[in-house]
């Protein structure tokens, strides 16, 4: 089945500079990677996601990356607030349509 | 619309007893999803429950099981708990079987002791 694969597992940035966390996935008839943000004692939510048919996406300081040939999907924080601390999960959904989460990435953005 | 509801929230059993955890989604949402998260294991995939079948499972014990309603309220059922089940526990759901979006509720947090 799925499995997919997050890097760092935990991240520390100055606030203003850029924040990257990696995954990498196994099946190559994944078609969907969403990331979502998951602040402390709250549930996750979607912050940005892309489909197969796209290379990168971008949401104001959000983008997402996805290389279908290497199997391996990023997301990029640009200008960091305090407000970014959380942890930040990847995920893609398998051919068999379940959505499967890498272990997550706590992001710290320091003062 | 209200958002994905989640009861109890917060709950301690021990070893040996059984647990139900229930989950209303969305209002029109007819899928719902069960995640156990713990620290440094991230969100792992319990099964997916849609118009009342279950249509897809993780790779958790048969003491794990689920059910969805016509209402599609779901609920999960751990029975035989053991330390390793205390957990969060979250549901999602989303419009259609294998929808993109997943909306999370609040989750239970279960202390097995």
């Known amino acids: 089945g799925e499995n997919v694969e997050q890097h760092p597992s935990t991240l520390s940035v100055q606030e203003g500079d850029s924040a990257v966390i990696k995954c990498t996935y196994s099946?190559?008839?994944?078609?969907?990677f969403p990331w979502y943000k998951q602040e402390l004692g709250k549930r996750p939510q979607l912050i940005i996601d892309i489909r197969s048919n796209v290379g990168e996406k971008k949401d104001q300081r959000i983008a997402v990356t996805l290389n279908k040939t290497a199997k391996h999907f990023s997301l990029h924080i640009t200008e960091t607030q305090p407000e970014d601390s959380a942890v930040y999960f990847c995920a893609a959904k398998s051919r068999d349509d379940k959505i499967i989460f890498g272990k997550g990435t706590r992001l710290h953005i320091l003062p | 619309k209200a958002g994905v509801t989640q009861t109890p929230r917060y709950l301690i059993k021990t070893r040996g007893q059984q647990v139900t955890l229930s989950c209303s989604p969305i209002s029109g949402h007819r899928s719902v999803s069960w995640y156990q998260q713990t620290p440094g294991q991230g969100l792992q995939f319990l099964f997916e429950?849609?118009?009342?079948?279950?249509?897809n499972k993780g790779n958790f014990p048969g003491r794990f099981s689920g059910r969805q309603f016509s209402n599609s309220r779901s609920e999960m059922n751990v029975s035989t708990l053991e330390l390793g089940d205390s957990a969060l526990y979250l549901c999602?759901?989303?419009?259609?079987?294998?929808?993109?979006?997943?909306?999370f509720g609040p989750g239970t947090r279960l202390t097995v002791l």
């Open positions: 429950y849609f118009s009342e079948t279950q249509r």
């Open positions: 099946d190559s008839a994944s078609n969907y």
């Open positions: 999602a759901s989303s419009m259609t079987s294998g929808g993109d979006t997943q909306y």
